[in-house]
């Protein structure tokens, strides 16, 4: 395996950070995770944004231009022969001293790259759906780092998870400081009640999923479907007619349970069905070239 890490391509057993790094030593970085189908990088370019705007957000100077990143990207993928793949791009802010001062790390970030086999839920759980339960870890809200920022910060999550875990469930639902659903510990989420299908705002605290934004986009213009983004409580996912989440590993897959109460059926809706079905085709038949040159 050939991993891409400031500059140049190392074997896995060489490719090493500083403990001195402060993506280490305080989680002060940002990330992405990125899906390759059938040798084309699925919608790099929006998480090529989303980590720009990461960087802006907690004052993190990209080591390389976002063209030079979408190249290495492309290049790490390349060399590793994947046509399916599970891309991590991380940046950190860089080797620095043991204090806080993001100035200390002035030799710049860090920036590596791993392309890796995939791996998904088994085929069955796209069709018996995901038991899910609210976590007692809540959302950060939009006054500490916004979740909307991917960084390296993810001991929330992984706490929330841990619980889902501990409760014979796949994923846990954060909920907000004000009560409302946010999203899940790795995925978005969505809820449909009589054919309308709803999902968490911005500003209700969310990471604004690549996956997400694909979702709505194909509830448009394959079933005519404009999806709401409103606040909501857990009531309405106790109620609904089929549940979804959304995300890069998970793409699109139900919840069929939460907390105890079967959601609809308690198997994957139609909606949800036709969804993931459109997914994809889409993420089969797009993305940017890996083999070929665009
Ligand atoms: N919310 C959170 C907190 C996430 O970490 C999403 C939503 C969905 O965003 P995208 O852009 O992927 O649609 C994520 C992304 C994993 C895994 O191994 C998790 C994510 C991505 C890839 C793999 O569980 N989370």
Do not use: W
Not at 1 to 8: A, E, F, S
Not at 14 to 34: N, Q, R, T
Not at 40 to 48: A, M, T, V
Not at 241 to 255: K, R
Request: proline share 3%; net charge neutral; glycine share 10%.
């Amino acid at each position: 395996m050939k991993i891409y890490l400031d500059g140049k391509f190392c074997e896995k057993e060489d490719a090493k950070v500083s403990v001195f790094d402060h993506g280490v030593l305080y989680g002060d970085g940002i990330f992405e995770g990125i899906r390759a189908y059938n040798g084309r990088i699925f919608r790099l370019e929006d998480h090529l944004r989303r980590l720009e705007d990461s960087a802006r957000a907690i004052l993190l100077k990209l080591p390389l231009s976002i063209k030079e990143i979408e190249k290495a990207v492309v290049e790490t993928v390349r060399l590793n022969g994947l046509k399916d793949a599970y891309i991590r791009l991380v940046v950190t802010r860089g080797v620095g001293d043991l204090g806080l001062d993001p100035r200390k790390c002035d030799r710049g970030a860090t920036l590596f790259i791993i392309a890796d086999k995939i791996a998904l839920y088994p085929e069955e759980f796209y069709e018996k759906g995901l038991t899910l339960v609210t976590s007692a870890v809540r959302q950060k809200g939009l006054d500490q780092v916004t979740p909307a920022v991917k960084s390296l910060n993810y001991l929330a999550n992984i706490l929330a998870r841990a619980e889902a875990t501990a409760a014979g469930a796949q994923e846990a639902v954060l909920l907000n400081a004000a009560g409302n659903v946010s999203e899940c510990s790795g995925d978005n989420i969505f809820f449909v009640k009589d054919g309308k299908i709803s999902t968490p705002p911005v500003s209700a605290g969310i990471l604004v999923g690549v996956t997400r934004n694909v979702v709505i986009e194909l509830a448009q213009q394959k079933l005519g479907v404009k999806i709401d983004e409103r606040d909501f409580s857990r009531y309405e996912l106790y109620t609904a007619d089929e549940v979804f989440l959304t995300g890069t590993g998970a793409e699109v897959i139900a919840g069929v349970k939460i907390d105890d109460r079967v959601i609809g059926a308690g198997v994957a809706g139609p909606i949800t069905k036709k969804l993931i079905k459109h997914f994809r085709e889409y993420a089969n038949s797009s993305g940017t070239p890996v083999y070929e040159t665009a």
